[in-house]
């Protein structure tokens, strides 16, 4: 590191506070009180000369007005829930380690983004469905003879759905290594793009079938089964003894991190105590034959987090997992169907699954307890044994049961919550409709003095001429919301602050470790002078992390950039992370962005004034475990 002070650029970053522990969502005692509590504390975010300026945040901030993703329900459906959140009431400071060796303070603004949470779970009408039409990968491993539910149709599903059952290969058999064609792994793992390494994991995961089959015929679309021939498949992810360590180890809560369920007799019922979930009082609600639910594993079990965080990059959304622990002869949920693309995995055990058709196509809410009268005749009814997967997609209903000389230990993962075409649109036509009518003088005109007596619910059955002309010029006005090619990126970069506010923090390999923050160290000498071991120079080679470690974003004309490095493991535990930036910062961001994966030495980055003071900006990012160096540092 050189010895002369340096300037600290606009990057020595801080958190807004974490939500207090009161404004924890109490989950499934009381579903009518459920909501996701809004942090009103004031943020303090810090001006470019070091000052502090104060003021709650811009409306505008708002990652997600409906945060579907945090809700606790009565009813919450297995296979559905994210990873839960415990918030605490402080959250620590972030600040560059370059903040030690420079007495200007760092130009750090915070980003206190409010949360809202909509709490929506509807009954579904009565089930229609649609003659099925099977297929199978041989006729001798048939999942069900070919059969006609003869019901009225519903429209909007297809009358023909292909539900495969697929027989699992170890990694590195021929049909694991079809459906990775073209995945193969990098050896050089710091050299590795993360998206083709979530894709690659995912490959696996369904292998034979490949994924260019799984996309085609089965995502979003119907439901499958990978029949594994060998168990312990996912043994390294979860088990017993796992859990066991993980309740002593960590303080676990009824509620906020593991719920205890029941059904019985068509009725269900969440069973927590108050506080702290201890392994005598969790396994004895098991041996009592109720469920087990553990709804954030991933923040306390390494192996499954890294499996997550693999699979997030790929998908570009939060992917979450629950652990559900069942006794022989028991069923802990009552059907339903989800809000998110489903994969379940069998680690322990066997499971029977029945899945049942869709009452609507890719609903954007779970649903809540279904009766049986409600559900028909399944389309799938199978046995999961340890290693199997099942995937299905969001609105097909299912329900699972143990067997009478089995227990069962599965993990769900889920995807896709709140990924659709709806909300970007959600984000759009705000910004459509503010620029438009700044544009439109036609918009900016008052309404028609009789309009509120012609309009309403309450003259919806007048046909008059004067009614049907007002009508015809609001949607001719209509016409004017056009949305633009910028508008497009900014409600998608807006959409995309979702992703880096939820993503799990990247885990880091070995590879990685020597080469990033995380691995960095500080000596003292005997007169208590610190040294660090690395030092960036013009011809240090860097790149991003990870390929969605970052994004910008524009708004309101000023330009931001989010980053999840400094994520926590729980759900949304703290506000979102971001820097604000000038344009030519936003250059070197850019360029980073579109190199990846290949590295770029510094002096090759876009310039910005002078190149101490680009060396700067990048060695602060790299502080800020955004950027990983090519070569690790020499001792000092």
């Known amino acids: ?89 402080s959250t620590p400071v972030g600040q560059s380690t370059s903040a030690a060796r420079t007495t200007q303070q760092p130009k750090a603004p915070s980003c206190p983004l409010k949360r809202n949470m909509v709490m929506s779970c509807p009954l579904p009408s009565k089930k229609n469905t649609v003659p099925v039409k099977v297929e199978v990968a041989s006729p001798n491993r048939a999942l069900l003879p070919p059969q006609s539910i003869k019901k009225e149709p519903v429209a909007s599903i297809p ?4 539900i495969r059952l697929i027989k699992s290969v170890q990694p590195g058999g021929d049909a694991g290594a079809e459906a990775g064609a073209g995945l193969e792994p990098c050896h050089e793992v710091h050299k590795e793009n993360s998206i083709e390494v979530g894709k690659r994991t995912l490959a696996q995961l369904i292998a ?78 098991y041996q009592r034959g109720c469920s087990i639910r553990i709804l954030n594993p991933s923040s306390y079990l390494v192996q499954l987090r890294q499996l997550c965080v693999k699979l997030q990059e790929f998908f570009h959304c939060l992917v979450g997992a629950n652990v559900y622990l069942t006794p022989p002869e028991s069923q802990g949920f009552a059907p339903h169907y989800d809000d998110i693309e489903a994969f379940v995995l069998q680690v322990e055990g066997k499971k029977r699954w029945r899945i049942y058709f869709p009452t609507k196509e890719l609903p954007r809410e779970s649903s809540g307890n279904l009766s049986q009268t409600e559900l028909g005749d399944p389309i799938m009814d199978i046995v999961l044994k340890p290693g199997d997967l099942l995937y299905f997609p969001r609105g097909w209903i299912h329900q699972a049961i143990t067997e009478k000389d089995s227990h069962s230990l599965h993990i769900t993962l889920s995807a896709y919550q709140q990924q659709s075409y709806a909300n970007l649109m959600e984000k759009l036509m705000p910004l459509v409709v503010k620029e438009s009518v700044e544009q439109t003088l036609k918009l900016r005109k008052g309404l028609p003095l009789d309009i509120f007596q012609n309009l309403g619910v309450a003259n919806a059955e007048w046909k008059g001429a004067h009614r049907q002309k007002l009508i015809q010029h609001i949607q001719n006005l209509a016409q004017c919301l056009v949305p633009t090619e910028g508008q497009i990126d900014r409600a998608l970069d807006q959409l995309a602050i979702k992703f880096q506010h939820e993503a799990l923090p990247p885990t880091i390999a070995p590879q990685e470790l020597k080469r990033t923050v995380f691995g960095a160290q500080a000596t003292v000498d005997k007169n208590g002078h610190c040294s660090l071991d690395y030092e960036l120079t013009e011809g240090t080679a860097v790149r991003l992390l990870r390929a969605n470690i970052v994004r910008l974003t524009v708004d309101e004309d000023v330009l931001r950039c989010y980053y999840y490095t400094d994520n926590g493991l729980e759900y949304c535990k703290y506000e979102p992370n971001f820097f604000e930036l000038e344009p030519f910062h936003g250059t070197v961001i850019e360029t980073l962005i579109h190199a990846y994966p290949e590295y770029t030495e510094i002096k090759d980055l876009p310039p910005m004034g002078n190149d101490e003071d680009r060396l700067e900006f990048v060695e602060a990012l790299w502080e800020r475990g955004i950027l990983m160096v090519e070569k690790p540092f020499k001792k000092l």
């Open 1 to 89: 590191m050189s010895a002369k002070n340096k300037k600290v650029s606009a990057f020595g970053a801080y958190r807004g506070s974490a939500t207090s522990k009161n404004d924890v969502q109490k989950g499934t005692k009381n579903a009518n009180k459920n909501g996701a509590a809004k942090n009103n504390n004031n943020r303090n975010l810090a001006a470019k000369n070091g000052g502090k300026q104060k003021g709650p945040p811009k409306k505008n901030e708002t990652p997600a007005n409906s945060r579907e993703s945090l809700k606790r329900r009565n009813e919450e459906a297995e296979g559905s829930k994210p990873i839960g959140a415990k918030r605490t009431s």
């Open 159 to 162: 009358s023909s759905i292909k």
């Open 208 to 285: 034979p079938m490949t994924m260019a089959t799984f996309l085609r015929d089965h995502w979003e679309k119907s439901p499958f089964r990978v029949k594994t021939t060998t168990s312990g498949g996912f043994s390294n992810l979860v088990s017993f003894k796992m859990i066991d360590q993980m309740l002593i180890q960590n303080h676990v809560e009824y509620t906020t991190n593991i719920d205890v369920t029941s059904y019985e007799d068509g009725v269900r019922k969440t069973l927590n105590p108050d506080g702290r979930a201890l392994p005598p009082s969790v396994w004895a609600h």
